[in-house]
């Protein structure tokens, strides 16, 4: 992809990388639906970690943005999630 190859383009995903990790759930939400845009593996791998955070938003932003990415490592992570999903809420 040609967005690789700039400055700016490696500066936003360091940006979107440590906004995942923010302690506002609103910054973890946005930085979680940003990836979609820009499908960087990098991004999908900090993106499997979505599924332990506590905020129910950034979990859903997170699944829409490997759905967008697509690819065998965003499926993989949509995989993790459907498993700590089941973990989460065990059927009755």
């Known amino acids: 992809m040609l967005w690789?190859?700039?400055e700016a383009a490696r500066a936003i995903v360091t940006t979107l990388l440590v906004e995942l990790h923010d302690s506002y759930s609103?910054?973890?939400c946005t930085?979680?639906?940003a990836p979609g845009e820009i499908a960087d593996d990098?991004?999908?791998?900090a993106l499997e970690a979505a599924p332990g955070d506590?905020?129910?938003e950034v979990r859903t932003a997170a699944i829409h943005a490997l759905k967008s990415i697509?690819?065998?490592l965003a499926k993989e992570a949509l995989?993790?999630?459907a498993e700590h999903d089941q973990r989460r809420n065990p059927p009755p």
């Open 70 to 72: 697509g690819g065998p």
């Open 54 to 56: 506590e905020d129910r």
């Open 26 to 28: 609103r910054v973890r």
């Open 4 to 6: 690789r190859k700039s």
């Open 31 to 33: 930085a979680a639906g």
């Open 79 to 81: 995989r993790h999630f």
């Open 42 to 45: 990098q991004v999908v791998g």
